[in-house]
């Protein structure tokens, strides 16, 4: 194999897995095909495996599928992170597993309640609402997060 090939063939292999490391780092956007219950699974996977492929990657997946007027009420992105990271939700920042149970819900609002067994092997209850976007634009008809209450911990799982 000539020089030049071995450079073009090289080339093209370090582009294929760059290339594909970074679609695998895309976010999942928000989407009107997305049900509310896949919207919540989508948040808490991201948190579950929050630094996977790049730091804070599941607060910012997280955020992707925030209501702009939570967006609003938390502030911006970094402001988010560090709320996440505060005392109140980090439990929430690699847990180790999740249920999620519908407990209401219309054609406008879902609600759910999302237990999670934190690293510390302690579970604890969350309210979890999303509402269907109605304004125009691209986040129209798609579900999104409008509220997650303050956790209940209900004991250690030993």
């Known amino acids: 194999m000539t020089l030049k090939k071995l450079l073009l063939t090289f080339s093209l292999i370090l582009f294929y897995f760059l290339y594909s490391t970074a679609l695998k780092a895309d976010l999942i956007k928000p989407s009107n095909s997305i049900k509310p219950k896949e919207v919540v699974?989508?948040?808490?996977?991201?948190?579950?495996?929050n630094d996977d492929q790049f730091k804070d990657r599941g607060i910012e997946q997280t955020w992707s599928f925030a209501h702009p007027d939570n967006k609003k009420n938390t502030g911006p992105l970094p402001n988010f992170k560090m709320m996440?990271?505060?005392?109140?939700?980090?439990?929430?920042?690699?847990?180790?597993?999740?249920t999620i149970t519908e407990i209401g819900s219309s054609d406008k609002w879902a609600q759910?309640?999302?237990?999670?067994?934190?690293?510390?092997?302690?579970?604890?209850?969350?309210?979890?609402?999303?509402?269907?976007?109605?304004?125009?634009?691209?986040?129209?008809?798609?579900?999104?997060?409008?509220?997650?209450?303050?956790?209940?911990?209900?004991?250690?799982?030993?």
């Open 112 to 158: 759910f309640e999302v237990i999670i067994l934190d690293k510390e092997k302690i579970y604890h209850k969350f309210n979890w609402q999303v509402e269907k976007y109605t304004m125009d634009g691209p986040l129209k008809d798609c579900w999104l997060t409008t509220m997650v209450s303050s956790p209940i911990p209900l004991g250690s799982s030993i």
């Open 41 to 49: 699974q989508i948040q808490l996977t991201g948190l579950m495996n």
């Open 84 to 98: 996440i990271k505060g005392r109140s939700y980090q439990m929430l920042l690699n847990h180790l597993s999740h």
